[in-house]
Antibody, heavy 122, light 107 residues
């Protein structure tokens, strides 16, 4: 079925970078795309991008193009998202989630990691 | 980007009530519409995909319908565990986008 387990909460200063990990188990990482979605406190869901764990290909939302990087380590079944030049409005819960469905992308998202809270504060 | 408009943004209902949430994309999306439930402090959970297909393990009181530019999620017989926020999502065209959410509260 699949389980996604994310790294713990982070507190960063404005201008710094953060790297969040998402370790998958119960299925082969290279089989399905992984998406990253974030949610600011009390707000809705915002898609950040996807990574194809098989090839390493990525596709990022235009908003994050110049300061996000998604990578993977197939040997440890882990994907990562790094966000650079953090601002206070990057404070949010960050989720990884698997792309399910008949095509490689984009179908529906299931399951989701438990979330990683990133707080950006001086 | 396709804008997703959910209504209402919140509602109050009693246990046993029938509740309907609507989702309207800014352009036609065929049936590329998914619904998620999110409880406070938890990750979203997939309820329905492809507009009307119930995800495995989701109670049959949840149902989805619609196509094109008009979709709905119905909960027939609201249960205490259903009080949560609900989000629609389109995956018809990149980037995938979500509605702003509907919070279902206890009356």
């Amino acid at each position: 079925q699949g389980l996604l387990v994310q790294s713990g909460a982070e507190v960063k200063k404005p201008g710094a970078s953060v790297k969040v990990s998402c370790k998958v188990s119960g299925y082969s990482l290279v089989g399905q795309y992984i998406h990253w979605v974030r949610q600011a406190p009390g707000q809705g869901l915002e898609w950040m991008g996807w990574i194809n764990p098989s090839s390493g290909d990525t596709n990022y939302a235009e908003k994050f193009q110049d300061r996000v990087a998604m990578t993977r380590d197939t040997s440890s079944s882990t994907v990562y998202v790094e966000l650079r030049r953090l601002k206070s409005d990057d404070t949010a819960m960050y989720y990884c989630t698997r792309d399910e469905g008949p095509t490689s992308c984009c179908n529906w998202f299931d399951p989701w990691g438990q979330g990683t809270l990133v707080t950006v504060s001086s | 980007d396709i804008q997703m408009t959910q209504s209402p943004s919140s509602l109050s209902a009693a246990v046993g009530d029938r509740v309907t949430i609507t989702c309207r994309p800014s352009q036609t999306i065929s049936i590329y519409l998914n619904w998620y439930q999110q409880k406070p402090g938890k990750a979203p959970k997939l309820l329905i995909y492809a507009a009307s297909t119930l995800q495995n393990g989701v109670p049959s009181r949840f149902s989805g319908s619609g196509s094109g530019t008009d979709f709905s999620l119905t909960i027939s017989g609201l249960q205490p565990e259903d009080f949560a926020s609900y989000f629609c999502q389109q995956t018809y065209s990149a980037p995938p986008t979500f509605g702003q959410g509907t919070k279902v509260e206890i009356k």
